[in-house]
């Protein structure tokens, strides 16, 4: 720069010739040109960045939104008990049965008619079935068969830990209560098998129970065929096989043997065996290869039913309570190891016919023997010193008793369980109890102790032992 404020170009721009100038104009348009296209270059290049940058940040927004929005809405959503009957079911008991029935699940149930032992013992074929048809079981209350009409019926789940069984099963278990609202006066129809007639060849009728009528049930039964039973032309035997009623769960099998179904009690209607709710009228005197079969080590039943159907957590702590008081264990002390023993007595009397009743029932001298024997083998094989007995039984002689205190046993106190907790909990305490012992004694014949008795091996590895009765000398070998 001069000092009168003028270029250099501009002093070269007056002096130079046209020619020269020609040529910097020319210089200079193509390094405008130049500069021009590189700075649009970056412009748009810089404004692709930009964009891709802006999509991707809005892209990652809205993941991010969408993301909160579905936390928010599985945060908002009631957590569903896997276990629980809400797994299974629309919602909560309806009033009626249909109601609550889910498309993509089936079910299978069926009805108590005997005594309690033998009720659960039907539950277990009835849960064994379900598992080998892929069906829920849905399990009914207990009746008072045995202990009374008035005693009113106990639903499953105060009994047995329904949660404990579900896991273990590996299928949610569900009781009626939770599919229809107790005290309903909607009038289900529906179809079921009718087991009974075709394996006892006296009944003109299904198996009859209270439970349908609590359930507020109107059955239209259709008579199984023949071929369930499991020793054909028996008359005294009144067994079939699992195998043969899970057949009738399927369609081809059901559809070629249905026959003209019986018309239900009330409406009157006539329904085949429903194949979403699978119901049979009893399950008692159901096995796999031969007749009461729950006491050999193969049973079905038992081992992946039977042995899973654990006592409610309520009913395990009252028991304890009775064997803690019964066996003088202090407060803060654990409860300790004992054997237990199960008489029956009662209704045992009428199968010794002839035989009085002193020479029918095996005496204390039989089960003192077995308890030393089980005594001996724990000692021997496990390294336990158990020495406290307890005794639970149906007698009611008051000198019968003392004899049992005379040995050094002892019993629970059950002057105010029907009192305090109504007339199901004596029978159930002492099933209780019995099933905690690491040694077991039982009746033989009596399904509670054979029941006892799997349940003493299944889960303490007990020592058992069963005393047999009818004649003098019977427990002699």
């Known amino acids: 720069m001069l000092n009168d404020g ?90 009626s049965l249909w109601d609550n029935l889910r498309n993509d699940t089936k079910y299978i149930s069926t009805w108590p008619s005997a005594g309690w032992t033998n009720d659960v013992m039907t539950y277990a074929n009835m849960i064994y079935l379900a598992r080998i048809t892929d069906r829920v079981p849905v399990l009914p209350p207990f009746v008072p ?31 009626w209560r939770d599919v229809k609202r107790p005290g309903s006066h909607i009038l289900d129809e529906i179809g079921c ?101 729950y006491s050999l080590d193969y049973s079905p039943a038992w081992r992946y039913s039977a042995q899973h159907m654990r006592w409610a957590d309520s009913l395990d702590q009252l028991a304890d309570k009775y064997i803690r008081k019964a066996l003088g264990v202090a407060d803060g002390t654990p409860t300790p190891l004992y054997i237990a023993i199960h008489i029956r007595h009662h209704d045992f009397s009428d199968w010794c016919e002839e035989v009085p009743l002193k020479d029918c029932f095996a005496p204390l001298s039989a089960y003192a023997r077995r308890v030393r024997e089980i005594q001996e083998e724990l000692r021997s094989k496990k390294g336990l010193d158990v020495k406290h007995v307890i005794m639970t039984s149906d007698e009611v002689d008051p000198a019968w008793w003392a004899d049992v205190m005379k040995l050094g046993w002892k019993y629970p106190d059950h002057s105010k369980t029907e009192e305090e907790y109504g007339r199901w909990y004596s029978v159930l305490i002492d099933a209780v109890i019995q099933s905690g012992g690491i040694g077991f004694i039982g009746t033989d014949r009596s399904t509670m102790s054979e029941m006892a008795m799997r349940r003493s091996q299944s889960w303490h590895d007990g020592v058992t032992r069963t005393v047999k009765w009818g004649y003098i000398g019977a427990d002699d070998d």
């Open 6 to 95: 003028r270029s250099d170009e501009y002093l070269l721009h007056r002096s130079a010739s046209p020619s020269i100038l020609k040529r910097l104009w020319t210089i200079r348009g193509r390094r405008l040109l130049f500069a021009t296209c590189a700075c649009l270059a970056v412009a748009s290049v810089s404004g692709l960045l930009l964009m891709v940058l802006w999509t991707n940040q809005s892209k990652f927004q809205v993941a991010s939104d969408q993301k909160s929005l579905h936390l928010e809405v599985e945060t908002s959503k009631p957590k569903v008990d896997k276990w629980g009957p809400l797994s299974v079911l629309r919602g909560p008991a309806t009033e």
């Open 145 to 175: 068969l045995h202990i009374g009409g008035d005693a009113g019926s106990i639903p499953f789940g105060d009994v047995f830990n329904t949660t404990r069984l579900g896991q273990a099963i590996g299928i949610p278990v569900v009781e």
């Open 193 to 293: 098998w009718d087991v009974w007639q075709p394996t006892q060849y006296e009944e003109q009728q299904p198996r009859g129970s209270r439970v349908t009528e609590q359930l507020n049930l109107d059955i239209s039964y259709t008579r199984a065929p023949d071929w369930i039973k499991l020793i054909p032309e028996e008359v005294n035997d009144k067994h079939t096989t699992f195998w043969a009623l899970a057949s009738l769960a399927f369609p081809d099998v059901r559809d070629a043997e249905l026959v003209p179904p019986r018309p239900s009690d009330q409406h009157q209607v006539t329904l085949p065996p429903n194949l979403h709710f699978l119901c049979f009228d009893y399950l008692y005197y159901v096995c796999a290869q031969k007749p009461f079969e």
